[in-house]
């Protein structure tokens, strides 16, 4: 093993992040009580840098500036610098973010920020070339010797904002969210929908699962085309594209250009997991064969690449290898004739290996125009006869890729991540009936609620090498409550309910504040921020307020907690003028006003065969229903319900139930 010039206290971590920086001539120190007293005690600004593993920028300031030993000097000379993985301390990554955001109206990462001893920030940026980078430090911790008393009155002023910034979103006017208003939000809405690529307008081209699943549920239960357009378009386009990985599954983080082209490369645990759900909705609805080869491929490389062998999901695949990004997916013209043959010509035809695959350096990124059923038309080839050459095309080229250097992998275990991916698999297992996803579902949930769970209630955030540490966030909690609703729903195991009912409870006492009906984003007790949080801006992960109050509607109705539901009615009250001014940044608690102002239905399918009639009922897209399948009374739903010998189906709305019948047929005709 070579010996490493230098190594500091991040050598201690398990965070892939961190550890890459451990042998940095910068003194890191990782973000803690540790490095906050030094700062005190030394008298130094704090230098708060962060990252995370897959961030293709964060590399390059890495080996521009953290390897370089004269920008070090600088660093140890006038900081105490901290080192911040922002997926294992997001609540971190929010308050320097925001502070970033307030400074310079821009963010991103790499993100830097100097900081006063006790954690308020006075300076931030994102990315900054040596020098600049070099010049830049050594003009604040000047400033801030000769000039203490403004440095520490800006922080004050700028500590005061970030603050503040986190209430503007619940304390702007309240108004009660009507369906009329929702439906003019969307109307809005819509003007910023590519119609023709999917997505919205314009490049860089994020995929949005949040806001494709809340447009498939509105285009369903209110029959609006341009809505379900939009998402048709949106899927395909997707799917179709670069940002989608043609020969091993998955997608990339997001689209650089306007038409899903060129990724950039890094895969990440919570788009795949959050895409899984949104195809096989989609699916259950249209039963369209592509996206039931999107949701087997994706699964295939989770299980291939991201899964532990303690039934973890892994966190992220980095966008480089080699140095180089997207250097493992794209392909060469020769290499490409090579592996495939006398079938080059149609092969390329089929992935534009040409002037719309093209990329750049003689490298092209396989990509599709047209559905298989269209392209095999054009040829004059019978459709299964395309199928089996794709399959032999795809394999070839995994052996190929198999023997590439492989992008870097971030092998942390996040609970919130695995949670989306325990939905994704549900979702799966409803409109496939594959039980192999809901086996990998259950596994994964019974990982996280042994090695995550510390003791009954309680979750811990991240677990690498066997190690689990870092008190949960609210996103954890609320996605995994969220995972554990869906696995009752197919499986009628009261387990899961009780244990979503359990840490609903951990949320309240210890991250709800009641006077404003809204839940901080870390919780109660901790002493390392500056301020607490609070997040209701879904984003590419639906915020945790979002998500919690969508738990409380559907969980108060499995378990008749009449509270739960009352309370995502306040929560959504406080933001609702937010959600309606921008519905597009809000698409989860749109959800929740949907809820409340159309029909939604409780199902309770009660007797021996209520597993088996579950399964036929999840595979029809039925957004608006909870459903309790179960033998035994001792779930509310069911009680007076069973009869002996007997299965029947039960629909009611608002406590009212219909007569019970007896087929599922029957009771899809009574949910409108």
Known sequence: ?????????????????????????????????????????????????IGYAACHWCHVMEHESF???????????????????????????????????????????PLNAVALPDGRPIWGGTYFLKDVWMNTLQQIAAYHKQNPDKTTDYAEKLTEGITQSSLIPVTADVRKVEFEAVQAAVKSWQNNFDLQEGGSKGAPKFMMPVNLQFLLRYAHQQTDAVAEMHVLKTLEKMAYGGIYDQVGGGFARYSTDSYWKVPHFEKM??????????????????????????????????????????????????????????????????????AIGEDYHLFADYYNVNETGYW???NSILLRTQSDVAFAASKSLDPEILQLKITKWKSKLREIRAQRVRPGLDDKILTSWNALVISGLVESYKAFGNAEYLELAEKNANFLLTK????????????????????????????????????????GKEYYLKQADRFCETCFRDFYNAERTIFYFSR??????????????????????????????????LINRKNYPIT????????????????????NWLNVAIDQEM????????????????????????????????????????????????????????????????????ALKLIS
């Open 599 to 666: 029909p939604h239905y409780e199902v309770a399918i009660a007797g021996p065969e209520a597993l088996g009639f579950a399964t036929e009922l999840h595979s029809t897209y039925l957004p608006n229903c909870v459903i309790c399948p179960g033998n035994s009374e001792s779930l509310p739903l069911l009680l007076n319900r069973i009869q002996p010998g007997k299965t029947r189906i039960f629909v009611c709305e608002n406590n009212s139930c219909k007569l019970p019948v007896d087929t599922v047929s029957e």
């Open 67 to 109: 390897e370089d030993e004269q920008v070090a000097e600088v660093m140890n000379r006038d900081y105490v610098c901290i080192k911040v993985d922002r997926e294992e301390r997001p609540d971190v990554d929010q308050i320097y973010m925001t502070a970033v955001q307030l400074m310079t109206q821009r963010g991103g990462w």
């Open 452 to 491: 995550l769970q510390p003791e009954p209630g309680m979750l811990l955030h991240s677990f690498k090498n066997d190690i689990a540490k870092i008190d949960a966030f609210l996103e954890d909690y609320a996605l995994l409550i969220q995972a554990l609703i869906d696995l009752f729903e197919v499986t």
């Open 524 to 557: 109660d007790g901790q002493t390392d921020l500056i301020s607490r949080s609070i997040e209701v801006q879904d984003n590419v992960i639906p915020a945790s307020n979002s998500v919690m109050a969508n738990n409380l509607n559907r969980l108060g109705r």
């Open 360 to 362: 750049e350096d003689d």
């Open 568 to 587: 995502a009615q306040a929560m959504l009250l406080v933001v609702s003028d937010s959600v309606l001014t921008y519905p597009s940044g809000h698409a």
């Open 1 to 49: 093993m070579t010996e490493q010039k230098h190594t500091n206290d991040l050598i201690h971590e398990t965070s892939p992040y961190l550890l890459q920086h451990a042998h940095n001539p910068v003194n890191w120190m990782p973000w803690g009580e540790a490095a906050l007293q030094k700062a005190k005690d030394e008298n130094k600004l704090l230098l708060i840098s």
């Open 269 to 338: 645990l919570y788009d795949n997991g959050q895409l899984l759900s949104i195809y096989a909705q989609a699916y259950r609805k249209f039963k369209n064969e592509l996206y039931r080869q999107v949701v087997e491929e994706t699964i295939s490389w989770l299980k291939t690449e991201m899964l532990s062998p303690e039934n973890g999901f892994y966190s992220s695949l980095d966008a480089d290898s080699e140095g180089v990004e997207g250097k493992f997916y794209v392909w060469q013209k020769e290499e490409l004739k090579t």
